[in-house]
């Protein structure tokens, strides 16, 4: 079991998958039918080819230090090299607003694009998310949703990656795995694309850390295997199946044994689960 942070900090809310932060909208966006979920023009190739200079250079190091961030299981990347490289589909628990680029330092995979709250790419850091690889997901919306998912289906065809939370949402520093929605495994299907599990945990800090930089905890990054879905099932039944295989799989390198987590593996409406306290959002500002 790693370290549980316990912090009553964030104001965890009530919905499993709801979000908590406000995003002050900067730019006015539509997310229809006719958006260019996946950008291919030359100048935004341009744009990000300089933007990955600055990423390497700059965000990269800012995360390590921010995080006091370590990583486990590369090994597996290189072990399981055949069965990624004609891309794969990343899942993890969604814990900190910078662990987007943490897993492309880990993962250091240049195709890999993240699935995305749409506010996000309306709000402050929204040049920062879309040209980190951020695809915004127009869930009110049923014909945007079918542009947007037949645009993903057809880049992870061509052999690049995709990171998806499957909790829905981010919760700073919470430590028990919440259930899974079955995007990931909808890609994977349509796809053929393996799922490679991943979760990010929790390390007590120092002194210094606790008290200077003011965080609850530090993180590590941990990869694990890629589980292929069965395609000798009703992909109906093989959904839910690989959902909750991935699931447990990330519960496990977490350090908690699917049985004992709180959560069911499988998203169905769940609400919060109260285990350590039933205050949250004591002293909250906004995210760091």
């Not at 909208?25 to 744009?47: G, T």
């Not at 370590?70 to 589909?89: D, F, H, P, S, T």
């Not at 299907?189 to 991943?198: N, Q, R, T």
Request: glycine content about 4%.
């Amino acid at each position: 079991m790693y370290f549980d942070p316990q912090t009553k900090r964030y104001p965890y809310p009530e919905n499993t998958d709801q979000h908590y932060l406000k995003v002050v909208e900067r730019e006015h966006l539509v997310f229809d039918e006719n958006y260019n979920y996946i950008d291919e023009s030359k100048s935004f190739k341009f744009k990000r080819f300089w933007f990955n200079i600055l990423l390497v250079t700059v965000m990269f190091p800012l995360t390590r230090i921010r995080m006091n961030l370590r990583i486990k299981g590369r090994e597996n990347l290189k072990k399981y090299r055949k069965i990624l490289e004609n891309g794969a589909i990343t899942v993890s628990n969604h814990v900190h607003m910078w662990d987007f680029p943490a897993l492309m330092f880990a993962l250091k995979e240049p195709s890999l694009k993240v699935l995305v709250w749409s506010k996000n790419l309306m709000g402050e850091n929204r040049k920062f998310i879309r040209m980190s690889g951020g695809i915004p997901v127009p869930a009110e919306d049923p014909a945007a949703m079918a542009a947007m998912y037949f645009s993903v289906v057809d880049y992870l065809r061509k052999g690049n990656w995709l990171h998806i939370y499957s909790e829905g949402s981010m919760w700073e520093f919470y430590q028990p795995i919440r259930p899974f929605k079955d995007g990931a495994a909808r890609f994977s299907y349509a796809c053929k694309k393996p799922i490679l599990p991943i979760a990010i945990t929790y390390r007590k800090n120092g002194f210094i850390r606790e008290k200077i930089f003011n965080s609850p905890a530090s993180l590590t990054i941990n990869i694990g295997e890629p589980i292929q879905p069965d395609l000798d099932i009703p992909a109906n039944e093989g959904r839910k199946q690989l959902t909750i295989q991935v699931h447990d799989a990330v519960c496990r390198l977490a350090g908690i044994d699917p049985v004992d987590n709180i959560y069911p593996p499988f998203f169905n409406n769940d609400k919060r689960v109260d285990y350590y306290t039933t205050e949250y959002g004591i002293g909250y500002k906004k995210s760091w």
